[in-house]
């Protein structure tokens, strides 16, 4: 297995199947258009936007990014304090490194909702339609998964946007997981960009919930293995009951630990360990 092309266990027959109400495919069908259609006017929308000054674009992609995923028919619950620390947003200072779980290509939307910013993606979705250019003029910054001489060139664009302040999204598991067990190993090689432009880093943590009382994760929402998208995208629509948590943990300030391999490690412990305290308090409530 490559160091950079990690996987995971995750397959959608034995993770992605859905424990609660279904929508009937009248209401499923319009969710799945109105989710579309949103999309493909973020696409239209996005060189405009582009002319906007930072504030105006921020705040147009959050409304815009929460209405995608409540399009789809997904409920939104943000916890955690968003804010920079104090001094981080002074002119000339270092964008800030944010690094998230990754269970669905919902994620994009959602942490867009929170944290804006330049994502991290591989260079296939170039290629894609309607996502691709949209990716492109949204500043996405492409890493080819399958080249491992292209690792340090890609850490040092990220370095290089996040000297000029730029937010970068990251999804440091390198592949989706249910969000059912641990997750995957946090890869070190983004968080070595954070320290060589002395950016904070911003871990988040990613959690499905069905409608169930006893907080159960939720495997429709995964999109994981060789799952088609149109398969992932229906079963979301047709999903009642879903919501989509984003908990915003403490940031972890530049040159916290020794090394990007401790860096990585103590950003998936806060996660990790926030996934067991969510867990825990499910099973008390």
Aim: aromatic share 6%.
């Amino acid at each position: 297995m490559s160091a950079w092309l990690p996987t995971a266990p995750c397959t959608p027959h034995t993770c992605a199947g859905h424990d609660g109400p279904v929508r009937g495919a009248l209401p499923a069908t319009a969710l799945l258009l109105a989710g579309c259609t949103l999309v493909l006017v973020g696409a239209l929308c996005a060189a405009p936007v582009l002319l906007l000054g930072a504030g105006q674009r921020d705040r147009l992609i959050r409304w815009w990014a929460y209405a995608v995923v409540r399009a789809f028919g997904v409920r939104i619950q943000v916890t955690g304090d968003p804010a920079p620390t104090a001094g981080a947003d002074r002119a000339g200072a270092p964008g800030a490194l944010v690094v998230a779980n990754h269970i669905s290509w919902l994620d994009i939307p959602l942490v867009a909702a929170v944290f804006p910013g330049r994502m991290l993606a591989k260079s296939e979705i170039r290629g894609w339609p309607v996502l691709g250019p949209l990716a492109v003029l949204g500043g996405t910054l492409f890493v080819e998964r399958d080249r491992l001489r292209a690792l340090p060139t890609t850490v040092r664009t990220i370095a290089g946007a996040l000297r000029g302040g730029s937010r970068v999204v990251v999804f440091p598991e390198g592949s989706t997981w249910c969000g059912r067990g641990s997750g995957g190993r946090f890869r070190p090689a983004v968080f070595q960009a954070a320290i060589d432009a002395g950016a904070e880093v911003r871990p988040v943590r990613i959690t499905y919930r069905t409608a169930r009382t006893d907080g159960t994760a939720a495997g429709a929402a995964a999109f994981v293995g060789d799952d088609p998208l149109a398969a992932s995208l229906w079963r979301v629509v047709t999903a009642a009951g879903l919501t989509a948590e984003i908990r915003v943990l403490p940031p972890i300030p530049a040159g916290a630990r020794p090394g990007r391999r401790a860096l990585a490690r103590t950003a998936q412990t806060a996660v990790a360990s926030d996934t067991a305290n969510r867990s825990a308090e499910s099973v008390h409530h």
